[in-house]
T-cell receptor, first 116, second 113 residues
Framework: AQKITQTQPGMFVQEKEAVTLDCTYD???????LFWYKQPSSGEMIFLIY??????QNATEGRYSLNFQKARKSANLVISASQLGDSAMYFC?????????????FGQGTTLQVKP | DADVTQTPRNRITKTGKRIMLECSQT?????MYWYRQDPGLGLRLIYY???????NKGEISDGYSVSRQAQAKFSLSLESAIPNQTALYFC????????????FGPGTRLLVL
């Protein structure tokens, strides 16, 4: 069965520095997607970035990049030049069941606090 | 205007009451989902629907039912609410043609007393 593990319950980073949030996954599907979502204190879930298992290059979206290491089943989120508004909870997710179903399974999340 | 809306945003109810949470979307997506989030945890899938006639159970469907009234509307019902259904509920949509990225509504905070 698919599984997402986020081992960092909480992280601190100084404003303007880079931070890496860890995510490892376990899936037997040959084709899958990996997602990162941000949940600020207001509660909404904001899509940040997507990586397909067959994508040759790591995904990037502005200050967000996904460090995808397929052999290690790792999909870490890198936030460059942290801003105060980056303080939030971050969730890693992947498909469960077949990727055709679109169903997602989420990790337990990492709370990031950006210090001024 | 938001692409995915949920009503109500907050609700307090009593044990045994029937309650319906509603979700509407203007994204034109075929697929819709209901998740719940418990404090300090990730989201878990309750039900999902690929179109009006295709509804499927997720991980934790017991105690819940759904209705897909139209492509744009997907409702979640708690037939007889119990306190451990207190949670944050999210509706999401996706377009299978676009990487299956799911777009979430703002959430409904439900408290069952």
């Amino acid at each position: 069965a698919q599984k997402i593990t986020q081992t960092q319950p909480g992280m601190f980073v100084q404003e303007k520095e880079a931070v890496t949030l860890d995510c490892t996954y376990d899936t037997s599907d040959p084709s899958y997607g990996l997602f990162w979502y941000k949940q600020p204190s207001s509660g909404e879930m904001i899509f940040l970035i997507y990586q397909g298992s067959y994508d040759q290059q790591n995904a990037t979206e502005g200050r967000y990049s996904l460090n995808f290491q397929k052999a290690r089943k790792s999909a870490n989120l890198v936030i460059s030049a942290s801003q105060l508004g980056d303080s939030a909870m971050y969730f890693c997710a992947t498909h469960y069941g077949s990727s055709n179903t679109g169903k997602l399974i989420f990790g337990q999340g990492t709370t990031l606090q950006v210090k001024p | 205007d938001a692409d995915v809306t949920q009503t109500p945003r907050n609700r307090i109810t009593k044990t045994g009451k029937r309650i319906m949470l509603e979700c509407s979307q203007t994204k034109g997506h075929d697929r819709m989902y209901w998740y719940r989030q418990d404090p300090g945890l990730g989201l878990r899938l309750i039900y999902y629907s690929f179109d009006v006639k295709d509804i499927n159970k997720g991980e934790i469907s017991d105690g819940y039912s759904v209705s897909r009234q139209a492509q744009a509307k997907f409702s979640l019902s708690l037939e007889s609410a119990i306190p451990n259904q207190t949670a944050l509920y999210f509706c999401a949509t996706s377009d299978r043609a676009v990487q299956e990225t799911q777009y979430f509504g703002p959430g409904t905070r439900l408290l069952v007393l």
